[in-house]
């Protein structure tokens, strides 16, 4: 069976310990020089860059995240023993594992090293999709002849180098395809390597729950489960045409993925699919006043990157989260895309007032989604609102002051709230 030794990078055929340097730390697999889709997650990222930049930490459960009233970003392993997950809300965290170390997000530092790491995956393919900071698929088909070595060699040889370069560790999923290779990078974490084949993909999948699928929320578990389907085996009894009338485009997807069907490609800098702002209050707010600022704020800051991206959305976004941690997400589209925050605020505005009044809640966020390039934006004129166009131009004026003067060049009465 071919083996590969993690340490040393030594191919060669199966045994408990490396030929070479006699370590353990081996990955052997029937198919291992044969596959090319990877996912590679870094291991609790921005707490692995703390634990860097302060040896202090190192045998310490840390935190990333912001104050009492915030949600935990990320959780170092030594806190994820004791409970603490990834947007759990930080008092929850605290009450979990109490003597963990708190640290606020320093994210110029934590963008610098997924720019490294980012550069050293540009050393083995062009083929990339990052999916954040610190995870990323990528595509080395074809690039055996080019490194002299299999894809699964040159892939430990990236970890290797995060680690002795940047100090941060990561997890490799390897396979024949997207969704299965980043299922594989989540079975042998940390600081794992683990392979699923082709000929294995059937009995591999059959008996997991379908919660492994990445991109079905808390809705669509409840829906699949609403169907008694739980587990991958439970999804291959359906008929190809039932689960499309049942889940829609949805149904279709999974059909293909019980069988661990996925054909699509890894996309070199795909576009992204919304842009959202959001922001946890320090007490629980049920001023109308004041939420009405900070929403005007959290619109402001999405039209500002649509702009910045040169991108509009038709759909917009309204998030609530309650006193009691009930999340609330409202959505309306609009006739046509834009990116102004005028019409983002107005029709965000619009969705909460639908909302029952005096209710306290302890976040707000709006977002844009259905995503199209900024010249198809705002091209068709509101005739039920005669002054929208001269907000527009108050606001494309406004635009002009900020980006030569500071973005606190100029204010909106709305925004001091």
């Known amino acids: 069976m071919p083996s590969l030794c993690r340490d040393c990078l030594t191919e060669f055929e199966t045994g408990p310990r490396c030929p070479a340097c006699g370590r353990p730390r081996i990955v052997a697999h ?43 970003s990320t959780a170092c392993y030594v806190a994820r023993i004791r409970g603490v997950r990834s947007a759990m809300p930080m008092f929850k965290a605290l009450k979990l594992c109490p003597e963990a170390v708190i640290i606020k997000p320093r994210m110029q530092v934590y963008a610098e090293v997924s720019r490294a790491i980012r550069a050293m995956m540009e050393d083995l ?5 990052p999916l954040s900071l610190d995870e990323a698929f990528l595509d080395l088909t074809g690039t055996a002849r080019l490194h002299g070595h299999p894809p699964a060699v040159m892939l430990a040889r990236l970890v290797k180098r995060m680690h002795t370069e940047l100090g941060v560790t990561g997890s490799i999923g390897l396979s024949h395809n997207k969704f299965l290779a980043k299922i594989a990078s989540d079975l042998d974490k940390p600081n794992g390597f683990a392979v699923i084949g082709k000929t294995e993909t059937q009995d591999f999948l059959r008996p997991k729950p379908v919660r492994m699928i990445w991109g079905v929320g808390g809705a669509g578990q409840e829906a699949l489960e609403r169907a008694g389907i739980r587990t991958f085996e439970d999804l291959l009894r359906w008929d190809r045409r039932d689960l499309h009338h049942r889940f829609g485009s949805m149904g ?65 976004t309204l998030k609530l989260k309650q006193a009691d941690f009930k999340l609330l997400t409202r959505r309306q589209s609009l006739p046509d895309a834009t990116q102004y925050a005028d019409r983002i ?29 900024g010249s198809m934006a705002d091209r068709v004129p509101d005739m039920l609102d005669p002054q929208a166009e001269t907000r527009a131009r ?3 004026a406004t635009d002009t002051i900020r980006a030569r003067f500071g973005e606190d060049a100029i204010l909106k009465g709305r925004s001091l709230r």
């Not at 393919?125 to 999709?129: Q, R, V, W």
């Not at 929403?295 to 038709?314: I, N, P, Q, T, Y």
């Not at 909460?352 to 199209?372: H, K, M, N, T, W």
């Open 30 to 72: 029937d198919e291992l020089w044969d596959l090319s889709i990877a996912h590679m997650d870094c291991d609790a990222f921005y707490a692995s860059v703390e634990k860097r930049d302060n040896p202090e930490l190192a045998d310490k459960p840390v935190i990333i995240g912001g104050g009492r009233r915030g949600v935990v």
């Open 125 to 129: 393919t062009p083929s990339i999709e």
């Open 252 to 316: 279709e997807r999974l059909w293909h993925l019980a069988r661990g069907e996925d054909t699509r490609r890894v996309t070199r800098d795909a576009a992204p699919k919304s842009i959202s702002n959001e922001t946890t209050f320090a007490d629980d707010i049920d001023d109308p006043e004041l939420l009405d600022g900070h929403l005007w704020r959290m619109c402001e800051k999405v039209a500002d990157r649509a702009k910045a991206k040169g991108l509009a959305g038709r759909v917009v």
């Open 345 to 373: 605020y107005r029709m965000a505005r619009g969705l909460f007032d639908r909302e029952p009044q005096g209710r306290a809640y302890r976040l707000i966020g709006a977002g844009i989604s259905d995503l199209v390039p």
């Open 394 to 396: 108050a606001e494309r």
